[in-house]
T-cell receptor, first 109, second 115 residues
Framework: QKEVEQNSGPLSVPEGAIASLNCTYS??????FFWYRQYSGKSPELIMF????GDKEDGRFTAQLNKASQYVSLLIRDSQPSDSATYLC?????????FGTGTSLTVIP | GAGVSQSPRYKVAKRGQDVALRCDPI?????LFWYQQALGQGPEFLTY????????KSGLPSDRFFAERPEGSVSTLKIQRTQQEDSAVYLC?????????????FGEGSRLTVL
């Protein structure tokens, strides 16, 4: 079992819709959780981080964390074509930063 | 500099050649990571430095891979006797904090192609 699991997609949503990206992790001691966006041929860039159970909102993005279920999600509201990218879930276990394989998102105009 | 800088951006090597990839992290950042990213995959951990100390090298795939950060700033990843399976993008990331806090800032990566 990998440390971080993501549905690789591809996920397609129409412009203006909500995109929902999910991630599970295996280490219960994990301390912080990150969502990175990676455009094709580019390096990952941080979208959001979350440390505590519950929701964290930043503009059109909402991160949700459920430590009991070992589950992290990212919601993108009012999706735009510029949101089309691969979204990487990353987990800091205190000993290591682990990344998922990424979910490819396409927003259709 | 303003961000993490990596060089070369692109490297083509013949099988069996040695290569060296350089990472210049954000000034003052304590933590430095190397990741390997194959096409269509997420970044896979290679090694981690806290200042000049290499605290974890468990991700290095073989003894052909070696990394150093002698003065706690610039780091070099060296791959000896390159093989085709070494072809990937090598990402360097740095963090202001020690490992258990903070976010990672990535460089643009070094794309290695082994022929």
């Amino acid at each position: 079992q990998k440390e971080v699991e993501q549905n690789s997609g591809p996920l397609s949503v129409p412009e203006g819709a909500i995109a929902s990206l999910n991630c599970t992790y295996s280490d219960r001691g994990s301390q912080s959780f990150f969502w990175y966006r990676q455009y094709s041929g580019k390096s990952p860039e941080l979208i959001m981080f979350i440390y505590s159970n519950g929701d964290k909102e930043d503009g059109r993005f909402t991160a949700q964390l459920n430590k009991a279920s070992q589950y992290v999600s990212l919601l993108i509201r009012d999706s735009q074509p510029s949101d089309s990218a691969t979204y990487l879930c990353a987990v800091n276990t205190g000993n290591q930063f682990y990344f998922g394989t990424g979910t490819s998102l396409t927003v259709i105009p | 500099g303003a961000g993490v800088s990596q060089s070369p951006r692109y490297k083509v090597a013949k099988r069996g050649q040695d290569v060296a990839l350089r990472c210049d992290p954000i000034s003052g950042h304590v933590s430095l990571f190397w990741y390997q990213q194959a096409l269509g995959q997420g970044p896979e951990f290679l090694t981690y430095f806290q200042n000049e100390a290499q605290l974890d090298k468990s991700g290095l795939p073989s003894d052909r891979f070696f990394a150093e950060r002698p003065e706690g700033s610039v780091s070099t990843l060296k791959i000896q006797r390159t093989q085709q399976e070494d072809s990937a993008v090598y990402l360097c990331a740095s963090s202001r904090e020690r490992l258990n806090t903070g976010e990672l800032f990535f460089g643009e990566g070094s794309r290695l192609t082994v022929l």
